[in-house]
């Protein structure tokens, strides 16, 4: 008997690339590679940086209009429900990726959001608690999938700073490792994957600033794998990774936080524990893999919607 195809819409507003933008395009790549759906994507905009990002999708239907009234499940993320609820039907289904605890905050426009029935995909177990109080619907935390590279490069960089979402706090620190005699590089504007990548896998340490609250912050387990040691300040999603007895330091969100882990990191590259952190730090960070991810948000829509 063959299976009926089901229909997927989904909607971008791509006006700068971010990770959030990234997550969601591997969604619509998990989608499109079970044998009977059918996937739409309608895309607003198109970003100077990566603009290839949602135009080399395989098994995906550009639409040239937004027309989720057709499709059998929508599947929505961000301020994407601002699009869709002038064309929701009752009954409809709808899947949400929730990326971040922000949804959460009552304050936030992403909040209003949550009183719609959804079943809600959440990045991490902290998304997961930030909103279960008031999501409309089933939430259930898939852990987050990630390509990570392997990169072998002689450590050339003792620091390496990742400020572009806080370049500020970044600046000050950059200044105050010079005056340590620390050889830093830090990146304080929008720079390529691949350059991150790079940077990572030449530094001894790692320093990488989220925003104040993230949903998983994926800079985190890159450098965990690329470099010796890493520093995250706090911002909620990334507790879940940022574990004892491996490479990576979460630290107070602070100039003086970010410089005691500094030292710390440096000093404890020289002791004989290293090695082993190092080692279960990596595996941690490639144990967040993208085929995963793909399994269990693929049996989800099975067990969920018979797919």
Sequence with gaps: MIKKMIRFSFYRDYKRYTGGHQKFRDYIEHTAAL???????????KCPVMPELFSTLTNVVAADTY??????IVFLAGMDWQSYLPYKKAGQKVVNLVQHVRHGDRKNPLHQFLQ???????????????????ANGECVTIKMGHTIPTLFTEKSIQLYILG???????????????SQNINVKADLGLVSRADVFNNFASAEVSLVLPNPTEGFFLPGIEAMALSERVIVPDCVGNRGYCQPNTNVTICSYSIDGCKEAIIGALERLRTPVHEFEKW??????HSYSMKSEQAEYQKLLRDKYFI
């Design 280 to 285: 279960r730090g990596t595996r941690l960070a």
């Design 67 to 72: 027309e989720p009234q057709k499709s059998d």
């Design 116 to 134: 719609h029935k959804a079943l809600r995909i959440c990045v991490s177990e902290e998304v997961r608690q930030a909103i279960l109080p008031y």
């Design 35 to 45: 044998p009977n759906v059918e996937c739409h994507l309608f895309t607003k905009n």
């Design 164 to 178: 572009k979402k806080n370049p500020k706090l970044a600046g000050l620190i950059e200044t105050w490792a010079k």
